[in-house]
């Protein structure tokens, strides 16, 4: 009898086994919580609703965006990094807060972001213009034009940033030192990109690097001038801007990219569930006609090894020009 009950709760043990292993292989089977640095309505906030919507319709599980805003991505990486490492905690981040911040403000961190913070996939590239104002009649029409005017015209010509230390800000002040070593004024605009396209509008500002998104209605009715396109090919609809590449310098410039981030310690094949999750709702006609509106190319990573290459290839990218780049940043 004693020999049966044994075998019986053997038996039990081996069956909860089972299921217990089953359960923990299907992923997701409750709701995942995507983190976003910003408030809601930017441009990273919509990336990550579009996608955790898809992802929502294919797992038929709840996923909840939470917006984390403030101290420049590191609150939000921060809950990341001390959320489990279950794949149930993720973040939609971008150039600012997951590969410039982890540069500018290690010091704040009180942990490794190296360590800590693995990427399932970029989401979605956004292009980007160098563009000139055409206000009180500002003269240039070419990178080429940009350059002689600034060298004729010492610390008179003005650029637009979203603030100081933001990745145009620095773009632009790479662009200068590469051109030459250029005397241009950076004027940050605490209003982001729509206060510097006011500031152009009225001439106060020359020059900005722009995203295509929100500088497109200005180059079409003639305000701005495109004089170079930040992306790795022209865009159809504006076949006479060429890239930066083509104007003579091929690594200035951001493609302001969002991608997803999970903690470092997600086991692989977690990771490469949600990132099977991601390259299916990306590939969605609802999801392509959404990030066409927005002006927006969806450009996912092939597999979680690519990402994690990406991933460090932005962080060196950034670690060159802030290293040959100084810009006073705020402590």
Same mark, same amino acid.
Request: hydrophobic share 40%; net charge positive.
């Given at each position: 009898m004693k020999r049966f009950a044994?075998?019986?709760?053997?038996?039990?043990?081996?069956?909860?086994g089972v299921q217990t292993a089953s359960?923990?292989?299907?992923?997701?089977?409750?709701?995942?919580?995507?983190?976003?640095?910003?408030?809601?309505?930017?441009?990273?906030?919509?990336?990550?609703?579009?996608?955790?919507?898809?992802?929502?319709?294919?797992?038929?599980?709840?996923?909840?965006?939470l917006n984390k805003p403030g101290a420049f991505g590191l609150l939000a990486i921060d809950e990341l990094v001390k959320s489990?490492?279950?794949?149930?905690?993720?973040?939609?981040?971008?150039?600012?807060?997951?590969?410039?911040?982890?540069?500018?403000?290690?010091?704040?961190?009180?942990?490794?972001?190296?360590?800590s913070v693995v990427a399932v996939s970029n989401l979605i590239d956004v292009p980007a213009f160098l563009v000139v104002t055409a206000a009180n009649d500002f003269p240039v029409k070419s990178v080429k034009d940009l350059i002689d005017y600034s060298k004729k015209n010492p610390g008179k010509v003005r650029y637009g940033t979203v603030g100081v230390g933001s990745y145009p800000h620095y773009d632009m002040a790479y662009f200068a030192k590469k051109a030459g070593d250029l005397d241009m004024v950076a004027i940050p605009n605490k209003n982001g990109a729509s206060g510097v396209i006011q500031d152009?509008?009225?001439?106060?500002?020359?020059?900005a690097f722009l995203n295509v998104a929100s500088s497109a209605g200005m180059v079409q009715s003639g305000k701005f001038r495109a004089i170079a396109l930040v992306n790795d090919a022209r865009l159809p609809a504006y @076949? =006479? &801007?060429? /890239?930066?590449?083509?104007? *003579?310098? @091929? =690594? &200035?410039? /951001?493609i302001a990219w969002? *991608?997803?981030?999970?903690?470092?310690?997600?086991?692989?094949?977690?990771?490469?569930?949600?990132?099977a999750i991601v390259l299916k709702a990306l590939a969605t006609d609802?999801?392509?006609?959404?990030?066409?509106?927005?002006?927006?190319?969806i450009a996912p990573n092939k597999t979680v090894s690519d990402a994690d290459?990406?991933?460090?290839g932005q962080i060196k990218h950034w670690q060159s020009i802030t290293s040959q780049v100084k810009i006073d940043i705020a402590p």
């Open positions: 044994g075998i019986l709760l053997y038996s039990v043990l081996i069956t909860v359960a923990a292989e299907k992923y997701p089977n409750r709701p995942i919580k995507i983190l976003v640095p910003y408030a809601p309505g930017g441009a990273t906030d919509i990336t990550a609703r579009i996608v955790a919507d898809e992802m929502g319709k294919i797992t038929g599980q709840g996923i909840v965006v489990a490492p279950d794949g149930y905690t993720l973040m939609v981040g971008n150039v600012s807060t997951n590969a410039i911040t982890p540069i500018l403000y290690s010091k704040k961190m009180t942990f490794d972001y190296g360590k152009m509008l009225r001439g106060d500002v020359h020059a @076949p =006479d &801007v060429p /890239t930066m590449k083509e104007s *003579g310098f @091929p =690594d &200035v410039g /951001t969002n *991608g997803m981030f999970a903690p470092a310690a997600t086991p692989k094949p977690i990771l490469n569930e949600l990132h609802a999801v392509k006609e959404k990030f066409g509106k927005q002006k927006m190319e290459a990406w991933l460090s």
